[in-house]
Nanobody
Framework: QLQLVESGGGLVQPGGSLRLSCVDS????????TGWFRQAPGKAREGVSC????????NYADSVKGRFTISRDNAKNTVYLQMNSLKPEDTAVYYC?????????????????WGQGTQVTVSS
C-alpha cells in the first residue's frame, strides 16, 4: 500500500517561495499520476496541480498558473510542488495524493491514496 509523506511546508512572507515534497515509502509513486490539493479553514478542498506518471502531462488550477510548478524525480520516488510568488490566499494545508491511473486529473474523487498534509502559511 502506498504511504505518502509530504514535507516542506512552513511560514513564508508574501512573495516568497516554498517547495513541497511528496515521497512514497513503498517506492511505487513512479507508476501513478500524482496530484497536489489544498484545503483552507472553512473552505472546500481545491485541486492545485497534477502530473502524469510519465511527466508528459501536467495541469494547474487557474489560481496558481504561472506561480506553481509540479515536477517529479522518479529516481528519488518524489513529486515536488515549487511555489513562487506566494500570496496570503495560498494559505492552506497541502496534500499530495495518488490515483490508480497514469494520466493526470485534478478531480479529487479519482484519488485513493492521500498523505497527512503539510501546512503552508503565507503572512507578513
Amino acid at each position: 500500500q502506498l504511504q505518502l509523506v509530504e514535507s516542506g511546508g512552513g511560514l513564508v512572507q508574501p512573495g516568497g517561495s516554498l517547495r513541497l515534497s511528496c515521497v512514497d515509502s513503498g517506492f511505487r509513486l513512479n507508476y501513478y499520476a500524482t496530484g497536489w490539493f489544498r484545503q483552507a479553514p472553512g473552505k472546500a478542498r481545491e485541486g492545485v496541480s497534477c502530473i502524469s506518471s510519465s511527466r508528459s502531462s501536467t495541469n494547474y488550477a487557474d489560481s496558481v498558473k504561472g506561480r506553481f510548478t509540479i515536477s517529479r524525480d522518479n529516481a528519488k520516488n518524489t513529486v515536488y510542488l515549487q511555489m513562487n510568488s506566494l500570496k496570503p490566499e495560498d494559505t492552506a494545508v497541502y496534500y499530495c495524493a495518488v490515483r490508480p491511473y497514469s494520466s493526470c486529473s485534478v478531480n479529487a474523487d479519482t484519488y485513493n491514496y492521500w498523505g497527512q498534509g503539510t501546512q503552508v502559511t503565507v503572512s507578513s
